[in-house]
T-cell receptor, first 118, second 115 residues
Framework: GAVVSQHPSWVICKSGTSVKIECRSLDFQATTMFWYRQFPKQSLMLMATSNEGSKATYEQGVEKDKFLINHASLTLSTLTVTSAHPEDSSFYIC??????????????FGPGTRLTVT | GDSVTQMEGPVTLSEEAFLTINCTYTATGYPSLFWYVQYPGEGLQLLLK?????DKGSNKGFEATYRKETTSFHLEKGSVQVSDSAVYFC??????????????FGQGTRLTINP
């Protein structure tokens, strides 16, 4: 149980285009999902917290107009990188918290999406 | 703000060797502490946790003790196996905006076990 999927697993796009990454909780409902970014040989950095049916909360320094997050259902959150540039190339990871464990700290992680902007 | 520092890798050991991966933290309040493991091609998985001082988390032969006096949460295993090869992340929980518990991660330590 507690499986989180991400799609696509990797994507290459041209500079100036937009890319959408999906995060799905497959066997549980997630009122809260988190989006992280991971640079090579570095830690995961939290970008934003996404709550179903409300606006995402972005961490300091993260451009909300560039990284659009939508959490329209209890099993799906999307991250859209708008007008992508090479510096946006990174590994994006989502995680989800089970609605039934909403007071818990536990997060279930997706396998990540490798974005390369050329 | 809160932060986590763990020993730099990569770490390479022979099978059945003793493993220690150091982790220290800075935090206001009383965070919970975690070790996550990321096997190749997979998402992060919770390995073990400790929610208060002197708690010991354990799983799959791994152990870590929440040491408040030294602000540490070192990961140990007495005899590693090839299947333990992975990247290990130390993390703490922090109550962020709107009360959501967010995780603060260390930089990760890549562990390779040779047969």
């Amino acid at each position: 149980g507690a499986v989180v999927s991400q799609h696509p697993s990797w994507v290459i796009c041209k500079s100036g285009t937009s890319v959408k990454i999906e995060c799905r909780s497959l066997d549980f409902q997630a009122t809260t999902m988190f989006w992280y970014r991971q640079f090579p040989k570095q830690s995961l950095m939290l970008m934003a917290t996404s709550n179903e049916g409300s606006k995402a909360t972005y961490e300091q320094g993260v451009e909300k107009d560039k990284f659009l997050i939508n959490h329209a259902s209890l099993t799906l959150s999307t991250l859209t990188v708008t007008s992508a540039h090479p510096e946006d190339s990174s590994f994006y990871i989502c995680s989800a918290r089970d609605f039934r464990q909403r007071l818990s700290y536990e997060q279930y992680f997706g396998p990540g999406t490798r974005l390369t902007v050329t | 703000g809160d932060s986590v520092t763990q020993m730099e890798g990569p770490v390479t050991l022979s099978e059945e060797a003793f493993l220690t991966i150091n982790c220290t933290y800075t935090a206001t309040g009383y965070p919970s502490l975690f070790w996550y493991v990321q096997y190749p091609g997979e998402g992060l998985q919770l390995l073990l946790k400790a929610t208060k001082a002197d708690d010991k988390g354990s799983n799959k032969g791994f152990e870590a003790t929440y040491r408040k006096e030294t602000t540490s949460f070192h990961l140990e295993k007495g005899s590693v196996q090839v299947s333990d090869s992975a990247v290990y992340f130390c993390a703490l929980s922090d109550r962020g905006l709107q009360g959501a518990q967010k995780l603060v991660f260390g930089q990760g330590t890549r562990l390779t076990i040779n047969p």
